[in-house]
């Protein structure tokens, strides 16, 4: 039987998994004031994952949530008139970033499995009147996409929810066109962390629980045929800095976990920004 998001354990069937985490990100995209009324600061929180001042003033209101990891577009070369898909896009966010860097004779693609958060992107993208952005309602491991039909793929913090990632990394490499590149800002595991942290439903969708670790994430990439994998940034990720909409103190409610296992958990994971390119 699929558990409920409510329960501590995480579904056993990928099905269940990809539930438990529509189901969070949807409460997410419904609320119309953000996720963080009364909560952190959404500027301060860009600001910490390395978006400047300028590019939040360009995107329009209601677009950034605070649920990223990085900043995936800090470090890509685009130049105008090309083709931009943003993997797990949420209310566009980066995918305005990107029109603006691509001009109006480019294209930028997101998906995103949950319907609230395809709503509220293509809300988000009608107000800032941005025609070469367009929203799919998709799974990463199933993309709406065609193949060899997009230059440059970026993901900000969603492949570690993926409960097959081998088979996103796939279909990123399927809808790439030859010598195009991928660009994600992730999570992944670099220590141990407990069972009862690997075994929670909030800490899954809460971005911890489903990240591999590095040198997985990489062999992954390996094996879906990208080359050329550098891990541009890596920085610690303290439970603090999980975003707004699942609060630290919210991903270890019901866990019975020692002050010093909480503080070894963020030593144990990492936010990196890494490319990779596709022969």
């Known amino acids: ?88 896009s949420g209310a566009g966010f980066d995918c305005f970033l990107a029109a603006y860097r691509v001009g109006p004779k480019g294209h930028v693609i997101g998906v995103d499995m949950t319907h609230e958060m395809v709503a509220r992107a293509r809300k988000n993208a009608e107000i800032a009147g941005l025609s070469q952005v367009e929203f799919r309602l998709g799974e990463i491991e199933h993309l709406p996409v065609e193949d060899e039909s997009i230059d440059l ?14 088979q996103v990394f796939r279909e990123a490499y399927r809808v790439l066109r030859n010598g195009a590149s991928l660009m994600i800002s992730d999570i992944v595991v670099t220590g141990v962390l407990p069972d009862e942290v690997r075994g929670s439903a909030a800490m899954y969708a809460g971005c911890i629980a489903g990240a591999v670790e590095q040198e997985e994430y990489i062999r992954l990439l390996e094996k879906a045929g990208f080359h050329e994998i550098e891990i541009l940034e890596s920085r610690p990720y303290p439970l603090e800095q999980t975003g707004c909409c699942t609060p630290g103190e919210e991903l270890i409610e019901g866990l019975t976990l020692t002050k010093e296992e909480v503080a070894r958990i963020g030593d144990a994971i990492a936010s990196v920004k890494i490319r990779a390119a596709k022969k």
């Not at 009324?37 to 949530?65: F, N, R, T, W």
């Open 153 to 166: 793929v970026i993901s900000n913090c969603v492949i570690n929810l993926s409960p097959d990632k081998e």
């Open 1 to 88: 039987m699929t558990k409920r998001p409510a329960d501590t354990g995480i579904p056993e069937d990928e099905k269940g998994i990809r539930d438990t985490v529509r189901e969070k990100y949807a409460a997410v995209a419904g609320n119309e004031c953000g996720c963080c009324c009364g909560g952190p600061d959404l500027d301060a929180i860009a600001d910490a994952l390395g978006y400047s001042e300028e590019e939040l003033e360009k995107v329009p209101e209601g677009a950034h949530l605070g649920l990223g990891c990085g900043n995936p577009l800090a470090l890509a070369a685009l130049k105008g008139g090309e083709t931009v898909l943003d993997l797990g």
